[in-house]
């Protein structure tokens, strides 16, 4: 199996991230221009030429119900209902046709899945993560190629450039990304006003503006941290300005550095301040990734660091529409990073099992789906950080400065990292994933956090 080379991805997403999605609508940055990206995305009521034809006919069709198996389980989520949209769409034009929806939250399915593709009872589509996290699946040879579907209908071309490559493997595309996205911090101006503090432009005053924030008894900052990604994706961009810029984990791997060099030991005791300083609500580690963004969405923390795919759901909460949230870029740490270098994050993806008892009907709706994704998304304010194209103009379509701002700081990426789980093998990522997530319980020697990671590496690669 090709291995892909995590610094290609890199680079690409990077230049993707500054160039294709500052052409796609988010050019406007605020100043209500219109947009310039090409009109990719297919009317909602349009159907592929398949999927038409079957219509015609649905006296002489079997009946199929199609197990889609997402993440889409937040009832906040403008994706929700947007999901549901489409899938009522399709259902009204192939009568013959039931989407089963299985909606859980990130690592639930996460967990299902595993549980799943042992047995080979893979869902009809289901989600799969980028590069190292989706090979194993793709080395047991679980997922149907979609090469030929998404050169139906222009598909293909709905999508940004580069955005495939993490779900490319020998040749072979095997998912479909919904979002392209970066890393940030979201922060609640009133609650910083209240409060008296300011917004950090270094880590030390992070951590000072996490004191400053719990002395007037609010929770600075909200995680979801039962979802154990959660709080290595923060730990990932300490990392990423310990090291001064991207690539150690690549590093790691090319064997010109271990977990125990200073970068890594400089990263942990810096990620242990925020814990001890309090920055995260009381019992962390049982909010899972919903629970813990709903305290942000309902004003309960004033800081919630994620993936930008998140500006959705806050933009269309009570804070959001209120116009108290504000973004900032993740800060220097001791100094040291650039902050124009962002933990990005290909999305989540749509794959197909190979084993479908009804492998046609279930590609022509994925077809149908991601010809329609972009759009909808659009319309309910979800397209800030979509892997497609959006024809539209943000800020006349009523998206709020902030997620305004959001899509300005898409033109500012200079670079950056993939997050841990999506760049070492799952062993090693294991072994990370519940490392960080214990210093939310225990402080430890960073020394020692180091060589847990080290020998989790050394045992697990290849």
Known sequence: MKKISRKMIGTSLAALLAVSLSAC?????????????????APASSAPASSAAASEDTGSKENVTITFQNIYPDQT???YGMLR??????????????????????????????????????????????????????????????????????????????????????????????????????YNKKMFEEAGAKVPTTFEEMVETVKTLKAKGMTPIAIGEKDSWTGSFLFMNIVLRTNGGPGFLQDV??????????????????????????????GATSF??????????????????MGSWATGGIETSTVGQNGEIGVFKFPTVGGKGNPNEFM????????????SKHLEETLDFLNYFMLNYPKEAFAVKGAVGVAQKVDGDFKAAGYSDMAMEVLGLFKEVKGGDLA?????NPGTAQVHLSSIQNLFVAKKDSAEVAKEHQKGYEENKK
Do not use: C, W
């Open 85 to 186: 949209k489409i899938v009522a769409q399709y259902e009204s034009e192939h009568p013959n046709v039931k989407i089963e929806l299985d909606s859980l939250n990130t690592d639930q399915q996460k967990l299902k899945l595993k549980t799943q593709a042992a047995s080979r009872e893979v869902p009809d589509i289901t989600i799969v993560n980028p590069a190292a996290q989706m090979q194993p699946f793709v080395d047991a040879d679980l997922f149907a190629p979609l090469n030929e579907m998404v050169e139906k209908n222009g598909l293909k071309e709905t999508f940004q450039d580069g955005i495939l490559e993490p779900y490319t493997f020998n040749g072979n595309l095997y998912a479909l990304p919904d979002g392209n996205n970066i890393a940030l911090v979201y």
């Open 420 to 424: 841990f789980d999506n760049t070492m």
């Open 25 to 41: 609508g988010s050019s406007n940055n605020g100043n209500g221009n219109e947009a310039s990206a090409p009109a990719s995305s």
């Open 344 to 355: 990005l994050a290909p999305g989540s993806a749509f794959a197909v099992s190979k084993d």
């Open 288 to 305: 899972d990734y919903n629970a813990g963004e709903n305290l942000f969405k309902t004003g309960k923390s004033a800081m919630y660091f």
């Open 253 to 282: 791997v090319d064997g010109k550095k271990t977990f125990e060099d200073p970068a890594f030991i400089e990263a942990v005791d810096a990620f242990q301040s925020l814990v001890q300083a309090g920055a995260f609500q009381e």
């Open 77 to 79: 989520d403008p994706k």
